[in-house]
């Protein structure tokens, strides 16, 4: 597996962590599919789930509205409000299916009260929040920003950017983990470090071809990741 050697860096402790939610610190994918194909049926759009899961983290209304241009059915913004609507009803029924990735906790544990710590998530606020207290991780997060609060999917660095400025953070002295290639490149965009971790729906192959700064398996390589972050 490519990594890049930490010792090619000056380690120097960085003054925050911006995460991603959806296949990053959660495996959230079987959830987010079925809820998306639920609303989708209702509608009579046939689209694959490999198309929903290569764009998990863009929003649900980008991801509709793919999904709709791929089936070649009409629609406008009134509809897809509409269906953005459904499918957050169809998830929140389904958050008992969500897991949090092995090594969440420990690495979420180990960074509390050391850096500042936000998630930045293009899913919807009714969702995160509740996934956040449901598996009892919102302590860990000094600031968490959602679709709601941004115009521009990522790759757009808007998210990731809104973050850091409520975190009180320069950009250049955070590291986003991203489990996404247009995460990874909104990062980048952003002027941010980022460690990309391929447990979502992106091969380590895809995501080591937008140069991150280090990529990983899995959160459970906590301490190479606390290395870098914490210097």
């Known amino acids: 597996m490519f990594k890049s050697n930490l010792e090619e860096w000056k380690l120097e402790m960085f003054d925050a962590v911006i995460f991603d939610w959806d296949g990053t610190l959660a495996d959230t994918k079987w959830a987010v599919v079925n809820s998306f194909q639920k609303v989708l049926k209702e509608i009579g759009c ?15 209304k980008a991801t509709f509205e ?5 089936a070649k059915m009409p629609f406008n913004d009134e509809m897809i409000s509409m269906l953005v609507e459904k499918k957050v009803e169809a998830q929140l029924k389904l958050t008992d299916e969500v897991k949090l990735f092995e090594g969440t906790i420990e690495l979420l544990n180990s960074l509390h009260n050391k850096v500042r710590m936000g998630l930045a998530s293009m899913n919807n606020r009714a969702v995160i929040y509740r996934l956040l207290t449901q598996k009892g991780v919102m302590v860990y997060f000094d600031v968490v920003i959602t679709v709601e609060e941004v115009l521009y999917p990522k790759p757009n660095p808007e998210i990731f950017l809104k973050c850091a400025r409520r975190l009180r953070c320069r950009p250049e002295r955070c590291v986003v983990l991203e489990d996404s290639v247009f995460g990874v490149q909104a990062a980048k965009n952003a002027n941010m470090k980022c460690i990309a971790i391929s447990s979502g729906a992106y091969s380590e192959k895809e995501l080591t071809e937008q140069k991150p700064d280090l990529i990983f398996a899995s959160m459970a390589e906590k301490e190479k990741i606390l290395g870098f972050i914490l210097g």
């Open 46 to 60: 046939k689209v694959s789930d490999r198309l929903i899961e290569r764009k998990i983290g863009m929003g649900a």
């Open 66 to 70: 793919d999904a709709l241009k791929t």
